[in-house]
């Protein structure tokens, strides 16, 4: 399809402002995308510091809590109500009847026995002790009630009226006596004090090492958890949750269900890590999530709470989003004037191009007298005046070409005369040479002593290997003018012909000869052909002094090419001189040891650089040789 150089100017200069807002929106996507991982991992960050505050809140108002547990007020009482249980007659009767009595009165009555154990020296200690003091030094009642409970599980004293009078089915009691230190609860919403608070219970023992009671707070833990969502608003639509390690909601920034199980929801499902972010759709819109886990702080391990930050993702990048949204508008209205711009300037450039181009057909025609008119001073100008300067030096080469062709010609008639001439004149004297010594084996070899008969051998052999030396350059030298006839060859049927043939020749029976599998190639057959003869001819002369000769034809395939090769175990070569290898007349063995003109590799080299491919060799010296050659690929 043709297409104009003005609408390519079009196009081109449409592509590169295209391109150009391309690269700023995937920047805008780039800078929103490292926004909004800014913002999670500050958030992920804020949520950690967030639960850590909480975390050392309920730490040191535990350890503040535990500094009274060992006061000596708080342990005599407690002894003294251990010893006068002791004397009862069943203790177990009077704790069932006193809770009894206790569980049965309207929540609103004090009866006297109740009185006694919430106005008793102990609980007026604990309530201006704990109670009161903590709420006038933080401002709010920290430990809304704080209790006493001996080792029968009986209440000694407490600042306020109790569910029960028997603490041994609550689980804060019976988690204390487990842990035989001091435990942190579970939030719960407290009804006697009216608050969402943590149990934080210690277990108490006498000097001799025996359980003598427990002491139990309730630490108001909702006023912390909103001290601490006031450190974390940072978006106006950020939305921070509290939430259990299993998945009940504790607290949220807007109106929830106190305890809610959220443990199905999608985003708690996606919680697993001990911190991290996540992106999630709600409602039709994307939303940010960042979350920690509460580890705890110095001894206390924490509650195991996840807290939970969400941002509208909108929010968060309206400035960018607002930023991108402009700069589409200017984006289109550049694109709008570049292309009213290019459509101007095209037409000025084309204009002269046309009849550039004009000139061109005329002059590959061969009209090689045409010139192009074109005045303009620029480029185009330039390229003009250069166009005509190459017609010019194109004729006056193709007259050059003319002269050489001719002169190529009238060589190439002395090279057929001189092959001729070496094929003729050559040859009879050497027909002579070796009919007359034959004569003279025939007629005179019994006249003649051991050493003529000899020098007669040297002649005949000489003159034998001058006409195969010449048979091999007059073959080298018309490689060179033949034509390539190409066609697809099965390289295995080829190599598989050629090896029946040489051992039918060299009747050496003994040589194994395996060819493998090969791929088929493009090129001359009965080039090819002569490429494996003198190969495996070579392979096969160089195995005649190894007992056991294996010779193998193999292939590989490397790139846009398939390399055949020929390996043997004969008496190989050294490397060093593995440059030697394919020039003519060159043999790194003598005619003694093996016989040969240095003519084979030559040929093979040449019927292969004419085919487009490489011919390589590597051996070593005793272990044998390999010849590799390479053919494109069909």
């Known amino acids: 399809m043709k297409i104009k150089i003005r609408t390519k100017l079009i196009i081109s200069f449409y592509l590169g402002l295209l391109l150009m807002m391309a690269l700023a929106l995937y920047s805008m996507g780039v800078s929103q995308k490292t926004l909004q991982e800014s913002v999670a991992r500050s958030s992920m960050f804020l949520a950690q510091e967030m639960l850590t505050r909480i975390d050392a809140v309920i730490f040191f108002k535990t350890e503040e809590f535990q500094a009274h547990s060992g006061h000596f007020y708080l342990r005599k009482d407690l002894l003294a109500s251990n010893q006068a249980f002791a004397k009862l007659v069943n203790v177990q009767t009077y704790i069932t009847q006193r809770d009894r009595e206790w569980v049965s009165a309207p929540k609103k009555e004090i009866t006297p026995f109740m009185k006694e154990l919430l106005t008793n020296n102990l609980s007026n200690t604990l309530r201006e002790e704990l109670v009161e003091f903590y709420e006038k030094k933080y401002g709010y009642k920290v430990f809304p009630e704080v209790c006493v409970t001996n080792k029968y599980g009986a209440i000694v004293a407490s600042t306020k009226k109790t569910s029960d009078y028997l603490q041994t089915d609550e689980e804060w009691y019976q988690k204390a006596i487990a842990e035989k230190d001091y435990w942190v609860g579970p939030i719960e919403y407290d009804e006697s004090s009216e608050v969402f608070a943590n149990d934080i219970v210690i277990s108490l023992y006498d000097e001799g090492g025996n359980f003598s009671g427990i002491f139990k707070a309730v630490l108001n833990t909702g006023r912390i958890i909103r001290d601490a969502e006031l450190f974390g608003r940072e978006y106006e639509t950020t939305r921070i949750s509290l939430i259990t390690k299993d998945g009940r909601l504790i607290y949220r920034t807007i109106p929830f269900k106190f305890l809610e199980d959220v443990s199905e929801k999608t985003f708690f499902k996606r919680i697993k890590d001990e911190r991290g972010s996540f992106t999630a759709k709600v409602g039709g819109r994307d939303k940010l999530y960042s979350f920690a886990r509460s580890t705890g702080i110095r ?336």
């Open 299 to 634: 001894g206390f391990k924490g509650l195991g709470w996840i807290l939970l930050l969400e941002h509208d993702v909108d929010e968060i990048l309206k400035h960018a989003i607002s930023l991108r949204n402009r700069m589409m508008i200017v984006s289109s209205v550049l694109i709008i004037i570049g292309m009213v711009i290019a459509f101007f300037i095209s037409f000025f450039i084309t204009k002269p191009l046309a009849k550039l181009t004009k000139g061109a057909k005329i002059i590959g025609k061969g009209d090689l007298d045409h010139r192009v008119e074109i005045k303009a001073q620029d480029e185009i100008g330039e390229l003009a005046l250069a166009f005509n300067e190459m017609a010019e030096k194109r004729k006056r080469a193709q007259e050059e070409i003319k002269i050489y062709l001719s002169k190529l010609e009238a060589t190439n008639r002395e090279l057929d005369a001189f092959t001729y001439s070496v094929s003729h004149d050559l040859r009879a004297p050497l027909r002579a040479i070796t009919g007359f010594s034959e004569m003279i084996v025939e007629d005179y070899g019994d006249k003649l002593d051991q050493d003529g008969q000899r020098q007669l051998g040297v002649i005949q052999n000489s003159a034998q290997d001058m006409g195969k030396l010449i048979d091999d350059l007059l073959a080298f030298s018309r490689l060179g003018r033949k034509s390539l006839t190409k066609s697809k060859i099965d390289m295995h049927t080829l190599a598989d012909e050629v090896t029946e043939t040489l051992q039918l020749i060299e009747k050496k029976q003994k040589i194994r000869l395996n060819v493998k599998d090969l791929p088929s190639a493009l090129g001359d057959r009965a080039m090819i052909r002569e490429v494996f003869v003198n190969l495996l001819s070579n392979a096969i002369k160089y195995t005649g002094p190894v007992k056991e000769p294996v010779i193998e034809i193999d292939s590989r395939t490397e790139g846009d090419e398939n390399i055949y090769y020929v390996t043997d175990n004969g008496v190989g070569f050294d490397m060093k001189y593995v440059d030697k290898l394919f020039q003519v007349f060159q043999r790194l063995h003598s005619a003694e040891e093996f016989e040969g003109t240095g003519i084979g590799l030559a040929l093979v080299q040449r019927i292969i650089h004419r085919h487009g491919g490489r011919v390589w060799g590597e051996g070593k010296v005793n272990e044998g040789a390999t010849f590799y050659f390479s053919l494109p690929r069909i």
